[in-house]
């Protein structure tokens, strides 16, 4: 018989933030995958899975290297779905864990498409997790987007060209993992008077950094679970609606 495949998510860091659902499977299933993308750095995700379950996981660390190569990316995939295949076909259950939401700019999509090529038969189920796209905003207790508002959420890989037209388009953008484009993000939007700027550092953890006022950080070394929130101004009276 072959295992259940889980995609979970663990939330951002908080191991108050993982879901009863999540949890629960975590607190039954035998083996974790554990995504690295190197040797040295130990695992966020399996720090939170530790911290709300006494069980002892057999754990199946997978490589998922830090590069732009996309074959060397599709390979690591590849490798990672077989690895996962052979252990559901084996019969073991199966966690792939992952910060913040499986569906939100996870490895898991990548793993789950060659996983699905090699053991179509497993059962997949995938438990979302809370995304810093929504705890930061709580930490900084500032609302995201209200009424009609529009967001957008874009990844570190993006131009200023194409930053400028997003801000224009949207009332409020998040800006994922912006810890080395802190300065050069800063810098470009000064170019705006209608804006405000909040940045949050490891939402979540002991040393949570959380600030209105990104621009006295320009100096510092900055993690990269980190985020900027850019906000349009509300137009004078929207405050009363």
């Known amino acids: ?25 975590l607190s039954r299933v035998d083996l974790l995958c554990v995504p690295k993308s190197s040797v040295k750095k130990d695992s ?28 060397i990316l599709e390979q690591s995939w ?7 295949a ?4 084996a019969g073991q259950d199966v966690a792939f864990i992952t910060i913040g939401d499986p569906s939100l700019y996870s490895t898991f999509g990548y793993l789950l498409r060659f996983l699905k090529a090699d053991c179509p038969q497993a059962t997949v189920e995938i438990v979302p997790g809370v995304s810093s796209i929504t705890a930061c905003p709580a930490a900084l207790q500032e609302p995201l987007v209200e009424g009609e508002e529009k967001l957008a959420v874009i990844p570190a890989a993006y131009s200023l060209e194409d930053l400028k037209s997003v801000i224009e388009g ?25 804006l405000r700027t909040f940045f949050v550092s ?26 900027l929130i850019v906000k349009k101004n509300k137009p004078a009276g929207d405050n009363d609606k």
């Open 1 to 25: 018989m072959t295992g259940k495949f889980y995609g979970i998510g663990v939330g951002p860091g908080d191991p108050g933030l993982i879901t009863l659902k999540a949890q629960a499977i």
């Open 78 to 84: 590849r490798h990672a779905g077989q690895q996962v």
């Open 44 to 71: 966020l995700a399996l720090s939170v899975v530790q911290a709300v379950t006494d069980r002892e996981h057999q754990l199946l660390e997978l490589d998922f290297p830090m590069s732009k190569e996309r074959q």
């Open 202 to 227: 490891r939402c979540g953890y002991p040393d949570q950094l959380a600030t209105s006022e990104p621009e006295r950080l320009l100096e510092e070394k900055l993690h990269y679970m980190s985020l």
């Open 86 to 89: 052979a252990k559901l076909n």
């Open 170 to 194: 949207f009332d409020t953008v998040v800006l994922m993992k912006v810890n080395r484009r802190l300065p050069e993000l800063m810098h470009f939007l000064k170019q705006y008077d209608n």
